[in-house]
């Protein structure tokens, strides 16, 4: 493991890697940053790159790739058709997850998209886990129907609970029972549930959700976008997965599942995607729509190189010393803020930390879009974009009414391999002025609300001046500096 105790008895994680290539970082004054943010409508998509300091946003597409992935980009074989690249990929595709067909495709909603034209219909069911909002939105945009059948714990915000992913059962058999199995498109499990707090499911738990799909003849679907962090969870947390490597703990989750997909912006640090698939007739129906939607059944709409990239990156996963450099870090910022008493996500799950809105900014109504307007102004005192993962990103009712969602959090994604201790411990700092400032932050409402996906490029107002009065305390507290 790479978290060290050093001499002095501080416990912190340590980087079992050395950068070799920096790219230079700008810090804009609180002026700056406060013009920046009303240009951006207070939505953080809509920063510009070069007004950020500190990018967590995401940690998609945005991790650091490793020499050897380099490396392999410049051997990238560059056929339209049957390029040599796509099957040193495919090949490493069945070796780690042991199934005979795989298909490329763009990026991870590129594959929700397919699974969802092939296997949803109109009012069929797709319980889960957790939604993912791209995810949902496939779903309903098929006459599908989306069902959240997470455990209690899985949005208790503070708990000790070490898989608060897991999909509850008996839910999950009652709603079969109720509808029907004939009514199920498929069971959705999503490897970190990521609006949650990238939480965790356990292997007994997809073993146990793998049981009750074979006895009623439904499809089991794993999002694995976020499967390295929940490999590593698996790996310290669960006790029948301690001696297992890292690519055996992997096979015996593929090995569950019927249909695996994946982003490789996140799943191995590449700019793509893809279908991993058990059976031949569900693969000929995918196979039949990505020459349509995506590409040739060789590239499937990325970049070769990327494809090269992705093939090494994958190897590189099945690395525990590769893949717990994303938690450690998260679970250090996280467990220093708690320190602190700013309420967070515990336990630390993967992807990012996330603060808590609802209790950081406990004056701010739902209705107003806490964890947006908490997102703003981290952005205002720290140059840090975040990502709001609450109400905003739902969407509003057919009848115009607000969907709140069940937790308002500030995601602050920690991507791979990129930020180091000072940058997290200024982050750190910047988040506690914030917290004991927090009463001069004000709720956000929209001027240009689109009826899809609101949160990526729609635009809000402060719904009072609180945003200069939090800019003023800020230059009284720490004058020129920015």
């Known amino acids: 493991m790479s978290e060290v105790r050093f001499f002095s008895g501080e416990q912190i994680p340590l980087e079992m890697h050395k950068v070799r290539i920096i790219q230079k970082l700008y810090l804009p004054d609180v002026d700056q940053r406060f013009l920046a943010m009303t240009e951006a409508g207070n939505n953080t998509f809509l920063l510009r790159n070069r007004d950020v300091f500190l990018d967590m946003l995401t940690d998609s597409g945005v991790n650091a790739m490793s020499d050897r992935q380099q490396a392999a980009m410049l051997m990238a ?108 498109a498929f069971v959705r499990m999503e490897a970190g549930t990521n609006l949650i707090g990238g939480q965790p499911f356990s292997l007994e738990n997809l073993a146990q959700v793998r049981d009750i799909c074979r006895s009623q003849s439904i499809p089991l679907v794993l999002d694995a976008s976020l499967l390295s962090d929940n490999l590593y969870f698996m790996k310290i947390r669960e006790e029948q997965c301690q001696n297992l490597s890292i690519a055996e703990i992997t096979r015996r989750i593929s090995d569950l599942c019927d249909i695996i997909y994946f982003s490789a912006r996140k799943l191995s640090f590449a700019r793509g995607g893809g279908i991993v698939i058990r059976d031949e007739q569900t693969y000929r129906k995918f196979q039949e729509l990505i020459p349509l939607y ?147 932050i004000g709720g956000l409402s929209f001027y240009e609300e689109p009826k899809v996906l609101r949160f990526f490029f729609g635009k809000l107002k402060p719904v009072s001046d609180w945003q200069q009065r939090l800019v003023a305390k800020f230059k009284e507290d720490f004058g020129d500096s920015l």
């Open 77 to 184: 074989d560059d056929s339209y058709a049957g390029s040599e690249t796509y099957f040193k990929l495919e090949q490493k595709i069945k070796e780690i997850f042991g199934m005979d067909y795989f298909l490329p495709a763009h990026q991870g909603r590129a594959c929700e998209n397919i699974i969802s034209k092939v296997m949803v219909t109109p009012g069929s069911i797709v319980p889960m886990n957790y939604h993912f909002t791209t995810t949902k939105a496939h779903i309903l945009l098929n006459g599908g129907v989306v069902e959240e059948i997470f455990t209690d714990e899985g949005i208790k915000v503070e708990s000790s609970h070490p898989f608060k992913g897991n999909l509850d059962l008996s839910k999950l058999n009652r709603l079969i029972e109720h509808n029907g199995p004939e009514k199920i």
């Open 294 to 440: 995506e590409g040739f059944l060789t590239y499937g709409g990325m970049s070769v190189r990327e494809m090269e990239a992705m093939t090494v990156g994958l190897d590189e996963t099945m690395d525990l010393d590769m893949i717990n450099q994303g938690p450690q870090f998260i679970a250090y910022m996280a467990d220093e803020l708690a320190r602190r008493g700013i309420p967070v996500v515990t336990p630390a799950g993967g992807l990012g930390c996330h603060l808590d809105a609802m209790r950081f900014v406990s004056h701010i109504p739902q209705q107003q879009y806490p964890a947006g307007a908490l997102a703003s102004a981290l952005y205002l005192v720290s140059g840090i974009r975040g990502m709001e993962r609450g109400t905003l990103s739902e969407q509003r009712g057919e009848d115009g009414t607000e969907t709140l969602s069940s937790m308002e959090l500030l995601r602050l994604a920690i991507p791979r391999r990129v930020y180091t201790l000072s940058q997290l411990k200024y982050a750190i700092d910047r988040i506690h002025w914030l917290y004991e400032n927090r009463s001069l």
